[in-house]
């Protein structure tokens, strides 16, 4: 398998688009460590998916920078190399710019900046000093390109996502390691709620009029790790089904 004898972490790998992309990730050959602050989750998907010790479930908490080091350091131990990381883990907090204090503010930040900046540092410094060219992969989201109401915190997150990527692609060049990212759309998943009439609104929004599956955007974050991706690199790709392409339909 193409990807034998890689290893690759996932944050927030036990559930949506993480999940779908450990299993995508392992199916190739990868080793993977599933790391997610639900621990529960985590280990149930490494015993879900029985692949010994290729597949390995590991606690994070991504917003502090001692536990990212702790597990790139971890998962180097663990399989004797770090090839990648996908920087997948996040939150969300809707709240109008007039209402967000500043501890909700960085609750936002926290997650969805910083832990992005700290999977790009301790995997690329671990990288170098293995000699491997490895591939970090970062998730953005379409409102790091536009703006959303009630979302201050999150469009400066995941803006913030999108420049760190380029940088990272162009201080990691000359060691061979490529920085890339994806900005999906709106994502049928959990976290949606339960209500069909908010989905299909939702959906609407899209040029097909149809939600995104956490599957669609494994897909293309599996390709990116991949060596027919070798010269994507510093760009964040949408998988948005339109979405930044148009305004109404």
């Not at 201050?152 to 990691?172: G, H």
Request: aromatic share 8%; glycine share 8%; net charge negative.
């Amino acid at each position: 398998m193409e990807m034998e004898g890689q290893a690759i972490i996932v944050t927030g790998g036990a559930s949506g688009i993480g999940k779908e992309t450990v299993k995508q990730l392992a199916a190739k050959g990868a080793s993977v460590v599933i790391a997610d602050f639900n621990s529960e989750a985590a280990a149930s998907l490494a015993t879900e998916m029985d692949l010994a010790d290729k597949v390995v479930s590991y606690k994070v908490d991504v917003s502090k920078a001692e536990e990212v080091e702790a597990m790139v350091h971890w998962t180097v131990e663990k399989f004797n190399t770090i090839n990648g990381i996908f920087n997948n883990a996040g939150i969300g907090l809707v709240k109008p710019l007039l209402e967000l204090d500043p501890a909700s503010y960085h609750k936002v930040i926290d997650v969805d900046q910083h832990s992005v900046y700290y999977g790009i540092y301790y995997t690329a410094k671990k990288m170098v000093e293995l000699g491997v060219k490895g591939t970090i992969v970062n998730t953005a989201s379409i409102y790091g390109s536009i703006a959303a109401l009630g979302s201050f915190n999150y469009n400066a997150a995941k803006a913030a996502v999108v420049m760190m990527t380029k940088s990272a692609a162009l201080e990691l060049s000359d060691y061979g390691i490529r920085s890339v990212g994806v900005a999906p759309g709106f994502i049928d998943t959990p976290i949606l709620g339960d209500s069909d009439e908010a989905k299909e609104q939702l959906a609407q929004l899209h040029m097909r009029q149809q939600l995104i599956k956490p599957e669609q955007v494994a897909n293309v974050v599996t390709f990116l790790f991949t060596d027919a991706a070798n010269a994507v690199n510093g760009q964040t790709i949408p998988v948005d089904d339109g979405f930044l392409s148009f305004k109404t339909k």
